[in-house]
DNA sequence: ATTTTATATCAACAATTGTTTATATTTACA
DNA sequence: TGTAAATATAAACAATTGTTGATATAAAAT
């Protein structure tokens, strides 16, 4: 009967409240008020405040690793395995757009040693990213363009889809479409 | 003989400081201790925390619409535009990357009624690019598209490039090159 | 030379913060 | 039923924070 557990109940309303205020705004009094106990009770259900950050933040960036290492590994040509990882990035922000806004917006409050290990995790993403370029590029699917300065942009240019679900209004965007107009501009940019 | 004033040195740090600890975490007393001189002193030179983010975040907002106002109100065709504004987004994150550090990362600092104030000027700032990107496909210069999601996209993309700017490790990055890749990326894309 | 002005320190404040300890109550299970 | 686990509160802590007031000195302007 019980669909999610009292800990996951307050992981939630953690998250949605960093999303809203910001990490270094959202005091553990806050999480706790929105629970409806005292701030004490919080510690039943993690060791610190910390650890909220950090819970969410490795969970999602293995759930981004896990879908860009699928796509490394298949054989598809470089344009499609492009397009499989712009899918997986929206399929990420539609499910999860809390965590991805976390993502965004908040691993700089991480601390030592979990900042150098998420920074690590990042970059790590980003040379993978690199890699897919440079295979299309070899391959001549994608033009001969400086494959750091286009992973900066396009890896840039989808970081803003949270946004898009993390705010209802515009939440009835729909995917399919989304995806279309995307892969659209980033294959072939606006002009005609 | 003396180019700064010390007015404008405390600035300076308070930027520098925002920018490596980020808003939140940057104390009065860091401010000072960074200045060499006590928390207090501070004050004779600001009002509060809080006008120290109002200051750059207002003062590069405006920076941005006045390119963006000369641009639109020329006679250019709409690639022309744009491409332009992609030049003057380098120009200024060039020339000023904490602060656009700032504006991407710590708006969400500021109070009421400035945060409001900043949000209208923001969305004002991506009306202005609908409205671009709007004139380019009526004009057939740009391709049918959904004018808002390219626009997001758009906007996102050039997003990052202060960071090219402010970790000194990449400053090297010529700005003409950089121009010519990202404006080839956002006009043809990565294919062939 | 005298008066502003700019620049600085010291001490203190009230509020907020993450966290701990001790203890109570409720729920689940053997 | 009894016991262990889960869930809760109350009270307090030490540290940090933005800011103010009183006061002193150095520099600039009159």
Redesign the interface.
Known sequence: MKVTTKKEDFLQASLELIHEK?F??TTMRDIADRMGFDVSNSYNYIKSKQDILEFFLFRTSEEFHAAMNDILASSYPA?EK?KQVISAHIKVAAKKPFEVALMV?EW??LKEPKYTEYIRLRDLYERKMIQL?QE?VQT????D??VH??T?????????LY??YADKSEAELNPI??ER??V?????????
Chains 1, 2 share one sequence.
């Open positions: 910001g270094k705004a344009d492009l917006n700089r409050n370029l299309g001549k699917v994608f033009k363009m400086d300065i286009a900066a942009v396009i890896l840039s240019s989808i970081r803003w946004t898009a479409e989304l107009q995307i659209g501009l980033v294959f072939n940019g606006v002009l005609v």
